[in-house]
């Protein structure tokens, strides 16, 4: 497995209540505890959300990732939490027969059509031909593998599942997606 390590430090934790000003820590620490995500930082809560099994998944939580931040939603409450400035996760389903247009990948809700399957994945740069990420994985319970890549970068991701392969192109800039739901294997 060869991967780009991601950069933890610095990240900042911001609370807003939908068009108000930031919250204290302690409000967003409340938040975070009666979600059962106390104790984590940005990068843990993305990962343990995508990786839970979809039965276990919280109906009322909403948890978006974004280029640059993850924003948490429930009851009335919105938490936004800032990612490394060097990463972006970037969510991949591959499919065959059957996908969604999806954006900024929902932790929670998005759901791929190759649930609990072996991949094989490769993400390559555009501007060096350098392979940022070579790695066998099974996708999780959602349909989805999940990837921490360099930002500011384009390239491509190449998939391959029981003989097929997909391709397609990825961008981790500030306009780029975090839920890549167009790579179908064929």
């Given at each position: 497995?060869?991967?780009?390590?991601?950069?933890?430090?610095?990240?900042?934790?911001?609370?807003?209540?939908?068009?108000?000003?930031?919250?204290?820590?302690?409000?967003?620490?409340?938040?975070?505890?009666?979600?059962?995500?106390?104790?984590?930082?940005?990068?843990?809560?993305?990962?343990?959300?995508?990786?839970?099994?979809?039965?276990?998944?919280?109906?009322?939580?909403?948890?978006?990732?974004?280029?640059?931040?993850?924003?948490?939603?429930?009851?009335?409450?919105e938490v936004v939490l800032?990612?490394?400035?060097?990463?972006?996760?970037?969510?991949?389903?591959?499919?065959?027969?059957?996908?969604?247009d999806c954006f900024y990948?929902?932790?929670?809700?998005?759901?791929?059509?190759?649930?609990?399957?072996?991949?094989?994945?490769?993400?390559?740069?555009?501007?060096?031909?350098?392979?940022?990420?070579?790695?066998?994985?099974?996708?999780?319970?959602?349909?989805?593998?999940?990837?921490?890549?360099?930002?500011?970068?384009?390239?491509?991701?190449?998939?391959?599942?029981q003989g097929r392969t997909?391709?397609?192109?990825?961008?981790?800039?500030?306009?780029?997606?975090?839920?890549?739901?167009?790579?179908?294997?064929?």
């Amino acid at each position: 497995m060869k991967r780009t390590p991601a950069a933890v430090a610095g990240l900042v934790l911001a609370l807003g209540l939908a068009g108000c000003a930031a919250a204290d820590d302690d409000t967003a620490e409340s938040f975070l505890k009666s979600q059962g995500l106390a104790g984590m930082d940005a990068v843990e809560i993305v990962e343990y959300l995508d990786r839970i099994p979809v039965s276990a998944r919280s109906a009322e939580l909403v948890a978006s990732v974004r280029h640059d931040e993850l924003v948490l939603a429930a009851e009335g409450q919105e938490v936004v939490l800032d990612l490394p400035e060097d990463q972006t996760y970037v969510s991949v389903a591959p499919y065959v027969d059957e996908t969604h247009d999806c954006f900024y990948h929902s932790l929670t809700t998005c759901r791929g059509e190759l649930a609990g399957q072996p991949v094989q994945v490769t993400f390559t740069d555009a501007a060096t031909g350098e392979t940022l990420i070579e790695e066998e994985t099974t996708t999780f319970s959602n349909g989805f593998a999940g990837f921490w890549v360099p930002s500011h970068t384009t390239g491509t991701i190449e998939v391959t599942h029981q003989g097929r392969t997909g391709t397609t192109e990825f961008s981790t800039g500030e306009d780029g997606a975090t839920c890549v739901t167009d790579l179908r294997l064929t």
